[in-house]
């Protein structure tokens, strides 16, 4: 929704506390996001993202701080607010002992339509969302790619100006994260805001206009993808070694072209580096040929998401299955 | 996605969010028969095992061991209900369900008042069903209808009582698990240390005063009185059970609701 060329910011927030017990879940956040885009809360476990979504979505209360969403106070005008958006959260939020028709026709009823509105609303859904045939069927047969497509078809019911998805994909199977992408996109370009929170940093890549990635409840970085992606220094140099003997050889020859904070990667296979100076590929190649190796890959690229992420929060994003605030949470403290 | 066109919902209406929530609840039996069995079969096979087992032993003779025990029976039958307000809401809550709830613009009391209404029908659907069947098997309720009328209201009052200490469990504790384990712990000790299946009188004295302290007493007193007629007491029993009623509500409704707003 640009208006005289400005874009309208969907969600506001400004220096978001919030704690539990000795835990600072959220430590001064500030965010924007504009209408009519994806917004990327990036972040590894217990970083704050969920605690966030609470925030916004006027289910917590922050303890400092201030957020405007669609023009509304979080907390002085709660119910202003929940009637902008729409919730999808980490576990499927759906009534596993109704069916699927049902959950959404309670929905219905519940934001005050009449039977019949309540009733056409979900069979669109349904159909929408491919479940016509599971319609009648109770959500605890449903399979995890159907849970959470009924789960972000009931956030859909009251049609929200700004849909939040808390790691809509987590758990998900290959196939049924695509599925979800999709339809994702879809919301967007019916001029939906999203505000996407997701550990993983490809699903940030792929649908986030913008990024903010969070760790210790801190922003540490914000941008396009595009520009995260060149923070962190231009580009990145990878060599292959064609005997992995050399493996140790190849990481001592690119280690420098770093420094004390920028050490070589290896991963067991391939030795890679983060650069400036583009140089450096000319450098490399008589280097690692004065020293007799022979290399089967040896290239520039852009850095990946993860690579952004490694550099900013000092380590790599986790991939835990279960997604729980709370472990972290409690690791921390522990 | 968005054919449909729907007229602006105005303000969320407590009345109509709380049946469309009652509504929900009660949807939750037909997915879960156990709980038709739970509130139907179970209270009948306790009464007829009781009355049958015990009857002659207790009474003299299961007839008249009957007119003892059914307000007995059926004030633990529904004493036990409300744990099934426990461990849904107890599931509610770490399913995301209230979090959805929450999220929407809707009378947020509804989401308590929808839960203890379904409970109201739930438990009026197991006291029509016990003192059915009783009547069937020969119950008679010796002190009229509007003594009947009395105590049927009078142990719907109760269960909506319990709801609400149940409730508090339910929202306290962190698994299904542990509700059932303080549940029971708290239940069934209330249910049998009562006047509920033998005369207190029999009883040794340390378990007499724990008895005649127990409100789960005074509510079986109040409604074997209301049921049978004189020379069952009516007036004192009915007054200490109103008492104790208010008294559960003064104390957990606050509780539950604190907890309720509070647990995230």
């Known amino acids: ?334 | 996605m968005s054919a449909v066109t729907v007229a602006p919902a105005g303000r969320p209406h407590v009345v109509s969010n709380t049946l469309t929530i009652a509504r929900r609840n009660l949807l939750h039996i037909k997915a879960t028969p156990e709980q038709l069995v739970e509130m139907s079969i179970q209270p009948i096979m306790f009464l007829v095992l009781f009355v049958y087992v015990f009857g002659g032993a207790i009474a003299g003779s299961s007839a008249a061991y009957l007119q003892f025990a059914l307000p007995g029976i059926l004030v633990q039958a529904v004493s036990f209900l409300p744990f099934t307000t426990a461990l849904a809401l107890n599931t509610d809550f770490q399913r995301g369900v209230i979090d959805r709830f929450r999220s929407l613009p809707i009378a947020r009391s509804a989401v308590i008042s929808g839960r203890i209404l379904a409970d109201g029908v739930r438990i009026l659907w197991c006291i029509l069903i016990i003192t059915g069947f009783s009547m069937i098997l020969g119950f008679r309720f010796e002190g009229g209808a509007a003594g009947a009328f009395g105590a049927v209201l009078l142990v719907l009052a109760w269960g909506l009582v319990m709801c609400w200490p149940m409730a508090f469990i339910g929202i306290t504790a962190r698994s299904p698990e542990s509700v059932n384990t303080w549940g029971f712990m708290i239940i069934l000790p209330l249910t049998f240390a009562s006047s509920a299946f033998a005369n207190p009188d029999t009883m040794p004295g340390w378990l007499q005063a724990i008895v005649k302290a127990n409100p789960v007493t005074s509510v079986i007193d109040a409604a074997r009185g209301l049921m049978l007629g004189p020379p069952n007491p009516v007036a004192e029993p009915l007054t200490d059970a109103i008492i104790w009623m208010a008294a559960l509500l003064a104390i957990f409704v606050p509780l539950a609701i604190i907890r309720y707003r509070r647990r995230i």
Do not use: C
Not at chain 1, 95 to 121: F, P, T, V
Not at chain 1, 122 to 143: G, I, P, R
Not at chain 1, 169 to 198: F, H, K, N, Q
């Open chain 1, 1 to 334: 929704m640009t208006r005289d060329g400005m874009t309208r910011s969907a969600i506001e927030a400004e220096g978001l506390v919030r704690t539990f017990g000795k835990v600072r879940a959220l430590d001064g956040i500030d965010l924007v996001a504009r209408e009519g885009t994806v917004f990327g809360l990036l972040g590894p476990n217990g970083a704050g993202k969920t605690t966030a979504i609470r925030v916004l979505s006027t289910l917590l209360r922050p303890d400092a701080g201030r957020a405007v969403v669609g023009g509304y106070d979080v907390v002085r005008e709660p119910a202003k607010v929940r009637g902008l958006i729409g919730l999808t959260g980490q576990y499927a939020a759906v009534d596993e002992l109704l069916s699927g028709q049902d959950n959404l026709y309670m929905i219905g009823r519940l934001l005050g339509w009449k039977k019949a509105d309540a009733r056409a609303r979900a069979a669109e859904l349904l159909a929408a969302f491919d479940l016509s045939d599971a319609a009648t069927t109770y959500v605890k047969q449903y399979s995890g790619g159907m849970r959470r497509r009924l789960d972000l078809a009931a956030s859909l019911v009251g049609r929200p100006r700004l849909l939040y998805l808390d790691e809509p994909t987590t758990g998900l199977d290959p196939r049924s994260r695509l599925e979800l992408w999709g339809m994702i996109r879809t919301l967007v370009a019916e001029g939906t805001t999203v505000l996407l929170t997701t550990q993983y940093l490809e699903e940030a890549d792929r649908l986030a206009d913008e990024i903010v990635v969070i760790d210790h409840g801190k922003v540490i970085a914000a941008g396009t993808p595009q520009q995260l992606k060149m923070r962190i220094g231009g580009q990145v140099l990878q060599a292959q070694p064609a005997d992995p003997a050399d493996l140790v050889a190849t990481e001592k020859i690119l280690a420098s072209f770093g420094d004390a904070e920028n050490r070589p990667h290896n991963d067991g296979q391939l030795i890679s580096i983060r650069i400036n100076d583009r140089a450096a590929l000319g450098q490399a190649v008589r280097q690692l040929d004065d020293a007799g190796i022979v290399v089967d890959d040896l290239s520039l690229r852009r850095p990946s998401l993860d690579e952004v992420f490694l550099a900013v929060t000092g380590h790599v994003a986790e991939e835990d299955e279960l997604g729980e605030e709370t472990t972290t949470d409690e690791r921390r403290t522990a």
